[in-house]
């Protein structure tokens, strides 16, 4: 039986940065995977996302030139193109992640792995079961989509498929409120497709400031999706036109493809968990503590599994933590304060820290300041899209502990703020920085008239 010190279960994002920065500290590793490499981000998630948001985005572009002197001819959309050259692209990403893993010295093992008992895996391989010993296991086997049972479950579809769809969807259902819906209806809408968005909540985003979900909504709706919200799907019927959805309400909606994004759940089936007596939390999720280890003191998770903060850059801040840990000096540590994120809607959203009702119940008293604007480069596109930004500061500090915004390349302007912020950046600071004019992004540091309510 061949002995590791560190035998990772999962080749994704989180997976392979452990794999590969454990081996190049000396540590002898092995790392199982039954899908292709990159895990969900690389494959059906972040980066075939941005692509087809690119893509989607140029169907703005085209008729914002016209605003600028640019006459073009009328635009067509080539669904295999796309698909095609993704699939290119995201192939080569799975090579890249295979050469990271074994120039670093690590060992892959294709097939489905399971833990037999504290310091054993074994893996279901093409050639048949294999077993290894480690050290350490680590379980990095990500989350995956759930779709709620109801009549027609069958005929519907998971983000996982929508990147390629056999035929483009002229008319798409999306069912859910969260990032991912949101997303996928922004990208469709503006590849296209007619698109209906139905969300059971009051409002889309939950966790998000609640203004940033207000505007955003309203901003989808001007792009062209058909936002609905306090309404769900019954049932779906697969007809000889398509699929029919009919509502809670009792009303029908005709589409073409359903995509249910109602959340994802850890991945954990067929890990062998329970036999060894890992603690599972809601929806499976594993439990670990402050240094990822679970109540196996030899097994450890990190990533999605964990259901702890369900981000690729956070995924791979937990990997070097738990590597320094076992192979380095144990001083790396994991804060999930101030960690920025982005949603591609269009517009897209950047945000970082806290919303502004989680502000006022963390600090008590805050001072808001927002901007509403159009764009310089809408003042000619026509387009009627509009941008938010808006601060929080904590009164008692000066410190700014929300930063938020809508609108175009949000989330390449956020990222450059949360720097800033994770140093402890005060609204004094802010004030005192002189801005890059003609910039969307200078609004952070000029304004100055705090929301009066």
Avoid at 61 to 74: E, I, K, N, Y
Avoid at 352 to 375: D, L, M, P
Avoid at 384 to 396: C, G, H, N
Wanted: aromatic share 8%.
């Amino acid at each position: 039986m061949a002995q590791f010190d560190l035998f990772v279960i999962g080749a994704g994002s989180a997976g392979v940065r452990a794999a590969r920065m454990a081996a190049q500290r000396g540590a002898r590793v092995a790392v199982a995977e039954a899908a292709a490499l990159g895990g969900t981000c690389v494959n059906v998630g972040c980066v075939p996302k941005k692509l087809y948001s690119y893509a989607a985005h140029f169907a703005d572009d085209f008729r914002d030139a016209a605003g600028f002197g640019w006459h073009l001819p009328p635009a067509t959309f080539d669904w295999a193109v796309l698909k095609k050259n993704r699939a290119a692209e995201i192939t080569r990403l799975n090579g890249i992640y295979e050469n990271l893993l074994t120039g670093a010295g690590a060992q892959i093992v294709t097939g489905w792995a399971s833990v037999v008992d504290a310091n054993t895996v074994r893996v279901q391989t093409a050639a048949g079961v294999e077993s290894f010993s480690a050290k350490h296991i680590l379980i990095a086997t990500g989350g995956q989509p759930s779709v709620p049972q109801f009549p027609g479950r069958e005929f519907v579809v998971s983000s996982d498929s929508m990147f390629d769809l056999e035929t483009f969807p002229r008319r798409l259902l999306v069912v859910g409120g969260g990032y991912i819906a949101c997303e996928f209806a922004s990208i469709f809408n503006g590849l296209g497709s007619q698109v209906t968005q139905l969300y059971r909540g009051e409002q889309i985003l939950r966790g998000f400031d609640d203004e940033v979900r207000a505007f955003i909504a309203q901003e989808v709706r001007k792009h062209g999706v058909d936002l609905r919200v306090g309404s769900d799907v019954q049932s779906v019927e697969k007809t000889s036109s398509g699929l029919v959805a009919t509502l809670v309400d009792g009303s029908t909606i005709e589409a073409d493809t359903v995509l249910y994004a109602t959340g994802r759940v850890p991945n954990v089936a067929a890990l062998g968990l329970d036999s060894v007596g890992v603690e599972r939390g809601a929806s499976g999720a594993i439990v670990v503590d402050e240094h990822y280890v679970t109540s196996v003191k030899s097994i450890l998770a990190i990533g999605d599994v964990t259901a702890r903060m369900q981000l690729t850059p956070v995924a791979l801040a937990e990997a070097m933590v738990v590597v320094d840990r076992l192979f380095g000096a144990g001083k790396r540590d994991m804060s999930y304060e101030f960690i920025p994120t982005a949603v591609f809607t269009h517009p897209s959203i950047g945000t970082v820290g806290y919303g502004e009702a989680q502000a006022r119940e963390k600090f008590g008293r805050i001072t808001v300041y927002r901007s509403e604007f159009k764009s310089l480069k809408h003042t000619l596109s026509g387009s009627s899209e509009r941008t938010l930004m808006k601060l929080i500061v904590e009164d008692a500090t000066d410190r700014v502990v929300g930063l938020h915004m809508v609108g175009a390349d949000a989330g390449e302007v956020v990222q450059g703020f949360a720097v800033a912020m994770k140093a402890g950046a005060t609204k004094a600071v802010f004030d005192s920085t002189i801005g890059i004019h003609p910039t969307m992004a200078e609004e952070f540091v000029t304004m100055r008239t705090a929301v009066v309510y």
